[in-house]
């Protein structure tokens, strides 16, 4: 089973970056869709930030101007550069892949185990 390796969490002081990584362990077809969600304690999972493989991007409008989100095509990894971060960015960060079932290969809705951002001085 593939998995979603996800890296580059941390902690970091307000108005700091972090740039996280996620690759898969073995080898997909390529995804539809990559991206990132979150979670901070007591609340529900959100989206931060998907990119399609045209290149399309939807940002949460919390993070727009601070967040940067990135793939390589040629690895099927995503990457995330957050800038100006701050405390209620804290969360466990969550990487996504996903693709259709198509006539060209399988369909898939992979997860990684997440990684912890933690904004605070």
Known sequence: QVQLVESGG???QPG???RLSCAPSGSIFS???MGW?????????????VINNDGGTNHADSVKGRFTISRDNSKNTVYLQMNSLRPEDTAVYYCNA????????PGYNYWGQGTQ???SS
């Open 117 to 119: 951002v933690t904004v």
């Open 37 to 49: 969600y979150r979670q901070a304690p007591g609340k529900q999972r959100e989206l931060v930030v």
């Open 31 to 33: 995804p539809y869709a």
């Open 10 to 12: 941390g902690l970091v």
């Open 98 to 105: 996903n693709r259709p079932k198509t006539l060209f290969g």
């Open 16 to 18: 700091g970056s972090l």
